[in-house]
């Protein structure tokens, strides 16, 4: 990279709030059967694809203009699941060594070609609210396994939230990284109590929160005080729901003796794949011997909980005591709001109004046919509000900083990014951007959801979670390797070999000769025409700067897409 451009994306860091009043957003759009609800342009159907997607492309952005959104919608949530599990078996079939390295390249692949685009799109919002990591000791060994784990958000990225919650709990994936694998029941005289881990994250980070919300999300407060969700009695409560739960089929001697529970070797199951990785692909099944049925359970305590005082009774098995804790959790009036504004957080604004999650909540809690968690109607709700499909102004604190990852996938979407074998080798991202999929630091995810960096931000008590894994150093990193991306890696570069995922440039340089068309074409691709004028015009002037020989309409082309994709305006999501 030269040390011009270098210098103009620094610059960029300078602009002010401008407003984009440039009309281009007319130049394509003759022709179109505009739908009553929308979209009404191509900037509007780029934007409601930035959201729906791994990033839009000029010919998505055709069709979702001419198929309108509710059509696109109803197409994209039935249509069948691309899973993960089968490619890695493929490698595993065809003789070759699966590390996690192979799960990271089926993400890819799925995230950049698979047609059901918002589906693995809400399957990763799912993965960084029900976080489980390569990071963790227990599981980066299985990524099979993580494969399967995270096709259970595939799966459920579109069904009911209590479905998955449960699907999610019994997971051994789930059940190594947050210690319910092999939770046991109290036992005073070996000085063992149950494992509070997971007790306190299915509360935290996956359903009700910290804190009591109101239906907008708002947080409820008593004495100027927030009120506590739960307390210690609560998690000690769970702690015990949640024992007696090991591999499937364990063979059982009078019940299970002490060394089954502990090694539990396989049995006469027809499993998926013969060996040990086989009792990582099947829900964890109850030991009832080593439940804690004994004695009563504290879950949690709200109006028109089944459970009197929220108190489980005593001698329930392992899997009636599951359910009654799964529905206690799920019919918490804090869920739908949560839940919610997590979706919202990840798909449209990183500050949604309290009416915003009160009207998202409202669809959670009831689809319209009396059914709650439905999660394909909240996805709808999420991306059909009027607070999603209105373009925030620059006053209204609207949007939210962009994920590196999506970055990335951005720009492989827009310009058809693939290598000549088809395979995705896009191995250790976090390196260079600081994120990868399924290897997240901790169960908090990679941020906080509601953390503010200090200053400004934070005084105006504005959350922008992103900002959390944005220093110094990183934005150099990521700037710099998307750099690369278009800059060495492109399809006809004379260093390419057939493992590269390249941008494919060729249909760029017929653009390129006019910089109002092609700064224009990137506006509408990265930034859905929200481009201030500074902004846009400023590029405009350094692009007809170039030279304009077929080299030079290729370097325009990547300078355009790279001063774009390093610029503060496209790093704030709008």
Known sequence: MKLPLLRFALSLILLGPLQHVWAG????????DHRQEGPYS???????????????????????????????????LTMPASHHRPYLESLTAAGEDVYQNARQEIWWQQGITAPDQLRQRVAFALSELLVVSDQSGAIESYPTAMANYYDLLVDGAFGNYRTLLEEVTLSPVMGHYLSMFKNRKPDATANIRPDENYAREIMQLFSVGLVQLNPDGTVQTSAGQPIPTYDQNTIRGFAHVFTGWNYANCPRTNGGQPWEWEYCPSGPVDWPDPGWDAWWLVPMQPWESYHASEDSKQLLIYPGSTLPGGMLSAGGTANSDLQAAFNNIFNHPN??????????????TSNPSPAYVGRVAAVFANNGAGVRGDLGATTRAVLMDAEARTLPDLASNGGKMREPLLKLSQLWRAFDGRADDGRYREWNTEYFLGQAPLRAPTVFNFFLPDYSPPGELSLLGLAAPEFQITTDTSIASVSNGLGYKIFYQWRGHSGQNSEDIVVDLGPELAHAANAVELVDRYDLLFMSRTMSSFMFNTLVTYVQAMPNTTQGRRQRVQDAVWLIQSSPEYAIER
């Open 335 to 348: 869920v739908a709001p949560f839940f919610a504004r997590h979706l919202i957080k990840r798909l449209v």
């Open 42 to 76: 191509d900037a509007d159907a780029a934007r409601f694809l930035t959201q729906a997607t791994f990033g839009p492309n000029l010919a998505e952005i055709s069709r979702l203009r001419d198929m309108g959104y509710n059509a696109w919608l109803s197409e994209q």
């Open 25 to 32: 957003d007319h130049v394509f759009d003759a022709g179109f």
